[in-house]
């Protein structure tokens, strides 16, 4: 059982590069998320996703796109990459609303930007 | 100003030794606070959740105690283990809105000596 993988796990792109960062779950969970964390931040939600087609914007959603076509999927894209992006990119997921269910992280991705 | 404020920053203490992590918020209303474990490299593990009403939860070793009244919650740990070693983060979920969201903290980095 994977559960929730990321791929890749590492990444350097360049400024204004596309991008995109992959999450994978195989629990059937409803509830997706992409989180960012930088030295001096706690994580910080960027998108989410409560079901496959229904995505909504987190605390820090600008520069980024998502999309759900299937429930176990949650893609993240960088439209055009900038050097505040270099972050480590986390995917989790939950069986329902978070407030009630737990979150599961993924391992992360780094992703620098040059 | 960060609603979630985590002390210290960084804690090394040796094997076998107790510890006690704090946590402070200003998150308000909220509906419940966790507890994450993070290893270097890896996403958060949750380690224990309380709601507003509860005022201690363990698991094995360690034990969080929550104060909604001084907003003021603690994760102690007990006889200190090498794999302890870790980043400790404490996350309250704020439900002003209407819709929930989780307030991160910057977390505590745990270093346990031999």
């Known amino acids: 059982d994977a559960g929730i993988t990321q791929s890749p796990r590492y990444k350097i792109t360049e400024t204004g590069r596309q991008v995109t960062l992959m999450c994978h779950q195989t629990?059937?969970?409803?509830?997706m998320f992409w989180y960012r964390q930088d030295l001096g931040h706690g994580l910080r939600l960027i998108y989410y996703?409560?079901?496959?087609?229904?995505?909504d914007k987190g605390e820090v959603p600008d520069g980024y796109v998502v999309s759900r076509s299937k429930t176990e999927n949650f893609p993240l894209t960088l439209e055009s990459a900038t050097r505040s992006q270099t972050s480590v990119y986390f995917c989790?997921?939950?069986?329902?609303?978070?407030?009630?269910?737990?979150?599961?992280f993924g391992p992360g991705t780094r992703l620098t930007v040059t | 100003k960060n609603q979630v404020e985590q002390s210290p920053q960084s804690l090394i203490i040796l094997e076998g030794k107790n510890c006690t992590l704090q946590c402070n918020y200003t998150v308000s209303p909220f509906s419940n606070l966790r507890w994450y474990k993070q290893d270097t490299g890896r996403g958060p593990v949750s380690l224990t959740i309380m709601t507003f009403s509860e005022n201690t939860k363990s698991n094995g070793r360690y034990t969080a105690t929550l104060d909604a009244d001084t907003k003021q919650s603690s994760l102690h740990i007990t006889a200190s283990q090498l794999s302890d070693s870790a980043s400790y983060i404490c996350?309250?979920?704020?439900?002003?809105?209407?819709?929930?969201?989780?307030?991160f903290g910057t977390g505590t980095r745990l270093k346990v000596l031999a």
């Open positions: 996350v309250v979920t704020d439900t002003t809105s209407g819709t929930y969201k989780y307030i």
């Open positions: 996703s409560a079901a496959a087609d229904i995505t």
């Open positions: 989790a997921s939950s069986e329902g609303q978070p407030l009630r269910y737990e979150q599961y």
């Open positions: 629990w059937s969970h409803s509830y």
